[in-house]
């Protein structure tokens, strides 16, 4: 994607490369895609707060919901929520609810996409949704694990915000690597042309969260 569209991409699994002082700030963006639990160590955590805080660009796709659930300047970079449980993976219908966004531009209003649909708690909060899931495109009572307590009638699963400084764009979809890889994938070119979006705004690459 990033040699597609112009943008150099670093990838790493070793959180290290996080934790000394003033390693983010070359970047306009860093992605946490599906990353799992407690992911960082002290000098991580301060590095990623103080790149925000610095006015950089965040983008946390799928499990990076799942991820640092006691730091709760994490949870509020996520739009004050995170992960709670999720049915399983399924057809549902996608609703973009703002097309004005960059990373919304040109979708359709509606469009298919499988995923797990992360419910998610507390709801998020000050912040502006991209798109929604249709819950009744889902099979019945298929999406909400033992006490969840519920979307209502609006379930979220992308949004972005400005946040303690910086920049963040948010989304709960993304499980599948097939979205990548394999062009049927139900609704994978438009999660590919969010996706993007939402990575080249978080740079400042173009307009954010507009």
């Known amino acids: 994607m990033g040699q597609e569209h112009g943008f150099s991409v670093d990838y790493t699994e070793d959180v290290t490369r996080l934790s000394s002082p003033g390693r983010l700030f070359p ?31 965040f983008v946390g796709v799928h499990n990076a919901f799942g991820t640092e659930y006691n730091w709760p300047w994490y949870e509020g970079l996520l739009g004050g929520t995170n992960y709670y449980d999720h049915g399983h993976n399924q057809e549902a219908t996608v609703q973009t609810l703002d097309r004005r966004d960059v990373s ?18 507390p709801f998020p909060s000050k912040v502006r949704f991209l798109t929604a899931v249709d819950e009744k495109t889902m099979a019945p009572g298929s999406n909400d694990g033992p006490g969840h307590p ?19 764009w948010l989304t709960t979809m993304g499980h599948d690597a097939k979205i990548f890889t394999d062009s049927s994938y139900p609704g994978a070119l438009e999660f590919q042309k969010l996706l993007l979006g939402g990575i080249e705004s978080a740079m400042g690459k173009t307009p954010f969260c507009r």
């Open 27 to 57: 970047y306009n963006a860093v992605i946490f895609y599906s990353t799992s639990r407690d992911t960082l160590d002290d000098a991580a955590q301060t590095s990623l707060r103080q790149y925000i805080r610095g006015g950089g660009g």
């Open 104 to 121: 919304t531009a040109g979708l359709p209003s509606r469009w298919t996409f499988s995923d797990e649909w992360y419910n998610l708690v």
């Open 150 to 168: 519920g979307h209502g009638d609006f379930h979220p699963t992308t949004w972005c915000q400005y946040y303690d400084g910086g920049r963040a």
